[in-house]
């Protein structure tokens, strides 16, 4: 039987703005699977979001949603979290958001490891604006402020994301929807922040300018770009040039988790008061 | 009678909060507010509440309004720079009607400017410092004993007003100790926010049918709602179009505007018969209160408006007083900020003077005396 979205989306909410040939609509369906594979009460949900395509998102789901300004979801998020630790908390973001603006937060977030999984939506560009380059736009491609091509040398999200100190680090794209389900549901379960980059395509302001010539076409750079990082740590340095690794790229276990770490001193604190009681 | 304790402005501001029944606080180091951060690092771990020093202050303000929306009463501390940096968010929590209390302990600007010294030039900023129209409550205690009692009374407007409130004094009151009496619980009033009666599926987070405050849920009671910065309707989703976006704003204007009988206070000393009369505030108005006492020593009929709420501006008392008196003297450590607010509800009718120090040093009662001899 085909699943059923509707149960999750909230009524008269759609269309959505995403442009056609956008591939956020496939995460979108992506994340609500995963809602409902980890049988995750939507009530104990909140979905916060940033500024940009991406960042709308929460908007059109049935969960306590929160769309912030502009790089800083995570802060919000983050206070959220601290006041009600035992509450899933997800955010969802943008390259631009999550690592120009928003980038400090994205780095603290990693290195307090609080239970929040992040989403980063990877398109190489700022969308919403009307494609301007932004940290993940590569070197030489045009974007409207970069006229001549890109001069700007571009982040690497998980590498970024584990220097940082996050605890899960994933990589999935839009074209390996099946796989991507199975990346955020461990997103999720892991304890600790986790970050999952996905990689995007948009066809409107960064495709069509850079020679794809189709929304196809940057689906099937994704399908020759990205192995799965098994395949991709076998291969020879000769054979990597112009490949990147997917799938869980960094995970570690039982490293303090900060809302575990802040309310273990809190009950410290009790016990000791009680003692002296 | 409640305890009696020798306490720093800084210090009776956190123990207000935590009067009122603040569980949150996120913030940044910065001089001349630290002490705030400070004892609710201490005390908000003893009491089960959550306390975060974020990586920076705008952050600190992200942080803050997610808490409240999770359910807690929040706080962030901050000065002239930080200040600053939240006003976007502050603007958020503005339009998305979340209450939450913010200090600002001023200091000498712009810029870095001059951080261990006080200033009030800030006061502007704290009415226009985000962008857009937008409704501002914000309060300004001089006393330490005042700060405790204001605090409790910006979480208590915050809550009643679903807004965010601005608590503004100067380092010099922040940072001076004087004796305080404790109330005990009970003794000041607390709001808590009116939360919806309704059924879930019939809750709409910005439904103004029944009054400019509509009952706010928090997150994860089963009301799942939308929180968007963008205009939005009463269902909280997104709205681009005319009249919504409009009378929405009026309401938001209006629910501070409009209940002015019940925001705005001040402390009159020797008005009635007054023939100069002085409007000051914070530091300044201590410096004034001494020296009202001094030209009454003297035989000139000087006294005092200090008002406690100084957004919204309190323009009926102003323009009432502008009616009986020669002139108002406004001693402000700034260039002339809220001098112009004064001036626009005299309206004429008597002289408006000021008096303007941006040197890090306070007014004093001399210097305010001399301009009164002079204005008589």
């Known amino acids: 039987m085909a699943f059923n979205y509707d149960q999750y989306i909230r009524g008269g909410k759609l269309p959505h703005i995403w442009c056609p040939g956008c591939t956020y609509g496939i995460v979108f369906k992506s994340l609500l699977r995963v809602v409902d594979t980890l049988k995750l009460n939507r009530d104990d949900i909140a979905l916060v979001s940033g500024i940009g395509c991406a960042s709308r998102l929460p908007g059109y789901v049935d969960f306590n949603t929160l769309h912030t300004t502009h790089g800083r979801a995570l802060g919000f998020a983050t206070g959220i979290k601290m006041a009600k630790p035992d509450k899933h908390v997800l955010v969802v973001s943008g390259d631009g958001d999550a690592t120009a603006i928003g980038g400090n937060h994205f780095i603290h977030a990693c290195r307090r490891n609080i239970d929040i999984t992040v989403l980063v939506f990877n398109n190489f560009i700022y969308g919403m604006t009307g494609g301007q380059y932004s940290p993940t736009t590569p070197s030489g491609h045009l974007a409207t402020t970069m006229p001549y091509g890109n001069i700007d040398p571009s982040f690497n999200i998980p590498e970024l994301a584990k220097g940082a100190g996050a605890s899960f680090v994933a990589r999935g794209t839009a074209y390996h929807a099946a796989g991507l389900d199975k990346l955020i549901i461990e997103a999720f379960q892991h304890k600790g922040l986790s970050v999952v980059e996905i990689i995007n395509a948009c066809p409107t302001t960064h495709g069509r300018r850079n020679k794809f010539k189709s929304p196809t076409d940057m689906l099937l750079w994704m399908k020759d770009t990205f192995l799965p990082a098994v395949a991709f740590d076998k291969l020879p340095p000769e054979k990597t040039a112009g490949k990147l690794p997917m799938g869980v790229l960094y995970k570690k276990e039982g490293l303090p988790e900060y809302c575990e770490t802040y309310y273990g001193m809190v009950e410290r604190l009790k016990k000791q008061r009680e003692g002296r009681a | ?376």
């Open chain 2, 1 to 376: 009678m409640g305890k009696i304790k020798l306490l720093q402005g800084n210090e009776a501001c956190a123990e207000g909060a935590v009067y009122a029944g603040c569980t949150f606080f996120g913030g940044y180091p910065i001089t001349p507010s630290t002490e705030v951060a400070e004892f609710m690092a201490r005390r908000l771990p003893q009491i089960g509440g959550a306390f975060l020093q974020m990586e920076d202050e705008i952050a600190a303000m992200a942080a803050v309004i997610g808490g409240s929306l999770a359910g807690c009463k929040a706080l962030t501390a901050t000065s002239g720079p930080g200040f600053s940096l939240k006003q976007e968010n502050m603007g958020f929590a503005m339009l998305t009607e979340i209450p939450c209390v913010i200090v600002n302990v001023m200091r000498g600007g712009p810029s870095t400017g001059v951080p261990t010294g006080p200033g009030q030039s800030d006061i502007m900023q704290c009415k226009w410092g985000t962008h857009g129209d937008h409704p501002v409550i914000c309060l300004t205690p001089a006393y330490v004993p005042e700060i405790f009692s204001e605090t409790v009374r910006a979480f208590n407007l915050s809550e009643k007003y679903r807004t965010p409130v601005i608590i503004a004094f100067d380092e010099i009151v922040g940072h001076m100790r004087e004796r305080i009496e404790i109330p005990d619980p009970g003794e000041l009033p607390i709001i808590n926010r009116t939360k919806p009666t309704c059924p879930p599926s019939e809750y709409l987070p910005y439904d103004d049918s029944k009054g400019d405050v509509p009952p706010m849920a928090n997150f994860f009671e089963g009301y799942r709602y939308h929180v968007t910065g963008l205009n939005h309707g009463t269902d909280g989703f997104p709205v681009n179009a005319s009249p919504r976006i409009h009378t929405d704003e009026l309401r938001l204007i209006r629910k501070v505007e409009g209940n002015k009988a019940d925001i705005v206070k001040y402390v009159e000393t020797q008005l009635d018969d007054a023939e100069v009369a002085i409007f000051a505030y914070g530091v300044s108005g201590r410096s004034a209160k001494t020296a009202v006492e001094a030209a009454r020593k003297e035989g000139i009929k000087a006294g005092l408006f200090r008002p406690l709420t100084i957004w919204p501006f309190p323009e009926e008392q102003v323009a009432a007083i502008a009616s009986r008196v020669k002139a108002i003297v406004v001693p402000e450590l700034s260039l002339g900020q809220i001098i112009f607010e004064v001036d626009r509800c005299a309206r004429g009718r008597c002289k408006v003077e000021g008096i303007y120090r941006v040197d890090g040093d306070p007014i004093n009662p001399a210097q305010i005396l001399a301009k009164v001899k002079e204005v008589m």
